[in-house]
C-alpha cells in the first residue's frame, strides 16, 4: 500500500517533533558552605552534581550525588516538605528547598528564605535542617552551576533520519531527471 505524498510528508515531521516533546535535562554543580562569621552553628558543608528536568517550566531535580558533612549522598528525599525544585538564576531553591539523605543516615533539606522572583542581598540566604544522627540548622550559601549541555542521543537519531531522508529524497530527484 503506497501512501500519498502529503501523508508521506507529514508523518517524518509529525514524528520527530513528538519524540522532541520529551522532558528536558540538564545537570550542574553545586556547592553548600557556612558563612565567613557564625550565624547560628550552620551544621555541614558539601558539594556535588545533580540532574534536573525542566518540565512544564519548572526544573524539578531528578538525582543527586555528591558528599555533605564527609558523608555520601545516596538519594533524594522529601525531608521536611521539599519539593525538589531549582529556579537557576533566581533564588536557587524555594522555601520547600532540595532534601536528601546521606550514608551515614542524616536527611538534609537546603531551602532558600526568600521565594523564587525575590528581591535578595547576595549572602547567606539559605538553610539547612538536618534530621538524624547530625540534627541541627544553619544558615549559610548555596550555589549553582549549570553544566554546558550534551546532545542526548535521540537528538543524534533525528539528526540522522532527517540526514538519511534528505539524502533519499536527492536521489529519488536525481534518478528520475
Not at 522555601?95 to 547567606?124: E, H, Q, R, Y
Amino acid at each position: 500500500m503506497k501512501l500519498n505524498k502529503a501523508v508521506r510528508l507529514f508523518v517524518l515531521p509529525a514524528a520527530l517533533a513528538i519524540s522532541s516533546l520529551a522532558a528536558h535535562a540538564d545537570t550542574f554543580e553545586w556547592s553548600l558552605t557556612g558563612p565567613a562569621a557564625s550565624l547560628g552553628g550552620f551544621p555541614e558543608t558539601g558539594n556535588g552534581s545533580l540532574t534536573a528536568n525542566l518540565t512544564n517550566g519548572d526544573w524539578v531535580v531528578s538525582s543527586i550525588a555528591g558528599t555533605v558533612g564527609g558523608s555520601v549522598i545516596t538519594g533524594l528525599s522529601s525531608f521536611a516538605g521539599a519539593d525538589n525544585q531549582l529556579f537557576p538564576g533566581d533564588t536557587l531553591l524555594d522555601t520547600n528547598g532540595l532534601s536528601f539523605s546521606t550514608a551515614d543516615g542524616d536527611l538534609f533539606n537546603i531551602f532558600s528564605f526568600f521565594a523564587p522572583g525575590s528581591d535578595i542581598t547576595p549572602g547567606n540566604n539559605f538553610g539547612e535542617s538536618v534530621g538524624g544522627a547530625g540534627s541541627g540548622f544553619g544558615v549559610g550559601t548555596f550555589s549553582l552551576n549549570e553544566n554546558a549541555p550534551v546532545p542526548e542521543p535521540s537528538t543524534f537519531l533525528m539528526l540522522g533520519t532527517g540526514l538519511a531522508g534528505a539524502a533519499t529524497a536527492l536521489r529519488r530527484k536525481l534518478f528520475r531527471a
